[in-house]
């Protein structure tokens, strides 16, 4: 019944800046914790970004300084703010809710969406 969707994921060149975008639709109590993972080729997916409902935020060492979430609560979505983009942040990226969809605590599951390609050429 939960679904995630994202956008954004695109061609860019080294140095450039890009927005990931990712909403929840179905039915939805609240979203606790946000979070976006990445998994480029013949690598396992690594945590690149969370945020908890209270906002706040953790990073990978690879991408402080360089990348931002953040989260807009009354639309159920999360942002991944990337900027001066690298070769290496090449990866599908997915992101990953912690959902409540009644008001009991058993009703908590996390889903995963579909996955948006991003690539930073050299």
């Known amino acids: 019944q939960v679904q995630l969707v994202e956008s954004g994921g695109v061609l860019v060149q080294a140095g450039g800046s890009l927005r990931l975008s990712c909403r929840a639709s179905g039915i939805i109590l609240s979203v606790n914790n946000m979070s976006w993972y990445r998994q480029a080729p013949g690598r396992q997916r690594e945590l690149v970004a969370g945020?908890?409902?209270?906002?706040?935020?953790n990073y990978a060492d690879s991408v402080k300084g360089r990348f931002t979430i953040s989260r807009d609560n009354a639309k159920n979505t999360v942002y991944l703010q990337m900027s001066s983009l690298k070769p290496e942040d090449t990866a599908v990226y997915y992101c990953?809710?912690?959902?409540?969809?009644?008001?009991?605590?058993?009703?908590?599951?996390?889903?995963w969406g579909q996955g948006t390609q991003v690539t930073v050429s050299s």
């Open positions: 945020i908890t409902s209270y906002g706040t935020t």
């Open positions: 990953n809710f912690d959902v409540s969809t009644t008001i009991y605590d058993s009703s908590r599951e996390r889903f």
